[in-house]
């Protein structure tokens, strides 16, 4: 193989082979494989309960695989690896529960995001390094929170605490981020800036999202994949899954595709 060939092969960032997660006896994942690569905006999808927070809870250590391999950067296998061993590998997760300190400033939660050590006092009192306040710089304006640097945190609007709390994960500068139905509640506006903020941070890293909205996935993704009942039903463009008869019946409907 040439060199050249090998700089423009896709690398994966995580692989999954049949992954099962297991509650007592009822399988939530039911072996399951997946692939997501780098600088991907990659949409998981599927009815209520098909298991695709499951699956995100099993990428992040949430929750433990009961089989299968979760191999990230084609080294290193996550199973057994603790929440914050995988958040050091560069697997950052941003839930759907609220981490935002509302009474600190924006630019401030994005500096606390940043540091290893979380304790809040050292961190305020000290003065940010050139290198710490310029980070900070670049990420208030990919978030579209700059004006809103010094404004408290809980006056924001519900669409720039999602953004705040992306930019806070994205401090961590991870290779994977997942993101669990993260325009939920919003704006139509709102909806159209997270898809843009989305397709620059796939500059910077893969992105794996569980969402519901179809328009959306529509416009922002390159890669779908289908779950059911814990299991795989398929992959592809939206092009592709929304032409498949199995999807058709146990998700998308007809009608929807029709509209
Ligand atoms: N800790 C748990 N213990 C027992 N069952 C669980 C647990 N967590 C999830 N489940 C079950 O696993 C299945 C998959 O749940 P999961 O939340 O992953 O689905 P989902 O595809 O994300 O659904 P939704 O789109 O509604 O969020 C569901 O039947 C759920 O009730």
New binding site residues.
């Given amino acids: 193989m040439s060199q050249a060939t090998v700089f423009h092969k896709q690398e994966a960032i995580l692989k999954a082979s049949q992954v099962t997660?297991q509650?007592?006896g009822?399988k939530?994942?039911d072996n399951f494989s997946f692939r997501i690569d780098d600088h991907e905006i990659h949409f998981?999808i599927?009815?209520?309960?098909?298991?695709?927070?499951?699956?995100?809870?099993a990428v992040c250590g949430k929750?433990s695989t009961t089989s299968g391999k979760l191999l990230f950067e084609n080294q290193t296998e996550l199973f057994k690896k603790k929440e914050f061993e995988i958040v050091r590998l560069g697997i950052g997760r941003k839930f759907q529960a609220p981490s935002i300190f509302t009474n600190l400033s924006v630019a401030d939660n994005l500096e606390l995001a940043m540091k290893q050590d979380k304790r809040l006092l050292p961190i305020l009192k000290a003065k940010r390094n050139g290198g710490e306040e310029s980070s900070i710089e670049e990420m208030l304006k990919l978030i579209n929170l700059k004006v809103a640097r010094n404004q408290e945190a809980g006056a924001l609007s519900h669409g720039q605490k999602q953004w705040l709390e992306i930019g806070m994960v994205m401090m961590q500068q991870p290779h994977l981020l997942l993101l669990?139905?993260p325009i939920a509640g919003m704006t139509e506006e709102e909806e159209e800036k997270t898809g843009h903020l989305l397709c620059e941070l796939k500059k910077k890293c893969a992105i794996l999202v569980?969402e519901?909205n179809m328009d959306f996935v529509r416009s922002f993704s390159d890669k779908v994949t289908v779950?059911h009942q814990?299991q795989w039903l398929c992959d592809g463009t939206m092009e592709d899954v929304q032409e498949n008869d199995q999807v058709l019946d146990v998700y998308l409907g007809r009608r929807e595709v029709n509209a």
């Fill in positions: 997660v509650f007592g009822f939530a994942i998981l599927g009815p209520n309960g098909a298991g695709k927070t499951t699956f995100l809870d929750t669990d139905e569980v519901h779950m814990g």
